[in-house]
DNA sequence: CTGAAAGCGCTTACAG
DNA sequence: CTGAAAGCGCTTACAG
């Protein structure tokens, strides 16, 4: 059996509850009988059961991460930074791969309200009854819930802006923007906007294809693209896995890359995966999970959070797109 | 406040412990009154404390997944299928990147035996006093801890003498083997001594560099590799990270690949992350996910499991390997 | 078949 | 400053 908290307070010869405010670090407890009781602790090599503890607290001390599927390069790093930053404030993180299925987000819903979890991050694409969630401790990465869930976001606009104009500048005529659409309000919308609007500026006619996609349909998608508007010079790609096909397909049709067909995909290539080096617009993950975080453990806490973060992305130049 | 079985008894009109039988399914309860507990529930709409639950029993539905990185491909999949399985199961996952930190690794010994979590899959390359393992509910994947850790492996022997044979046959003749080397004991290690044995087998002098390499430094082990063995026209390389790096750099010393050197990777291409096709031995990892987590609920039931379990790899023909 | 009671290991008013 | 006691929401012998 475990060492007790009734074991330590009859070896220190004191009472539990004396004991408790010992681990708890409260004051009020004489300076002789902490050192007793700091003894017994050192010598029955005690500590403290998590279940008691969640059980008076009511709290779990864990946190859900939900993730459309972790096997992406983007979550995966979400993931180990959302972890990391956790850790820093005594949470643990329950990984969930929603996959694209609401019932397993539904069941995370149901593990909050019941208080298996004490909060969670949001990074997916399912639509919730609102109510749910209102004073549920949520947050959320680009996705706009309407309701009171803040979220941590990327300068979609702007970045998507001057990612287009940095390929106008270098000559791109018929520009072409093809995105995987969200299911729900997101800020990625925003890229879509922000194309129109240069497109607009400029007197461009719009080439855009911005559709929701199940995971694999990329490669129709691409090469439907590819039929619609087969004499674009440059494209925006909206999401990772998509660019990587984008690209890879863009090549199978014999295009010159950049000379004939400029890229820039908003989230890049991970160096780590992928040996090619697309331009692209970085996210900064780490920062938006140890955000994402910070903003759950406020809203566990009851404290007041702001609504909406934006940070900066980076601009990257690579290989496709000219000097 | 949640609803407790207390006010489902109550509404009922039965006792508590009848309710708890119910709501675990157990014999012995009379058809009527589990119909009229079963409304209540129903009506109140109930459900179980799980701290609750958990302390009584002793147990907490939930296991650590530990991986030194999960923003690598091979983790992140293998994170995905854990976590699918285990929901099977009934457990939830806690996902720990140890990051090469031997400390997160004790913590998560810490967690198991303090009961914070009912079991765990190690996947990770530090050592541990074996005598803290041994009857913690731990499998592993790969490494052969000695103790009675179970662990799921692949037919790392076998599938790297046929990869090297098959190089063999398609005219290479200084062959080279580059990996990354585990820190403790794994079957990883069993590559090398199929690489060396094939080698002796054909007369052919071995041309090997397997060390530990920490994560960053596979560049500088690689032109080290190059440097010294700067013939090799077929190299088979151990680990996946390291055959991205080693592909790359072949390539920008202008070697025509697979004219000039053929490679085969354990553990390949990752489609869904990488352009580049490598030929390789493919690991099953899916099915090694469901094993282990099969395995590491049987342990935690307390049933007699299997030491080692080796799945069958999948030679995948690519376009760094000649015709 | 069913209920009352003890107890899992903690925290937290309540007295003193 | 400290202890005895109640209680968090369950499960599980123990009677009946």
Redesign the interface.
Known sequence: M?VTIKDVARYAGVGVGTVSRVINNEKGVGPKTRKKVLEAIEALNY?R????F??RK?E?R?IA?LVP?????FF??L??YV??EAGRYGY??????S?QKAAKETEIL?KIV???VDGAVFVTHHMHEEENLRDCPIVSIDRTFGADIPYVTTDNYDATKNAIRYMIERGAKKIGFIGSKPLVASEVMERERAYLDVMAEYGMPPRLVNKVIQHGEETVVVSDFFEKYDDVDGVFVSGY?LS?VF??AAQERGMKIPEELQIVSYDGT?K?????NMTCVEQPIEEMARQVVGLLVKKIRGEEVSPKTVLKTKFLPGTTTKQ
């Open positions: 475990e500590s059961n998590n279940m008691a969640c059980l009511n779990t864990i991460l599927v972790i096997s992406h390069p995966a790093k993931a180990y972890e990391d643990s993180v329950i990984l969930v791969s996959q149901r019941h208080k298996e896995t990587q690209h890879e991970f780590q995966w992928s040996t090619n």
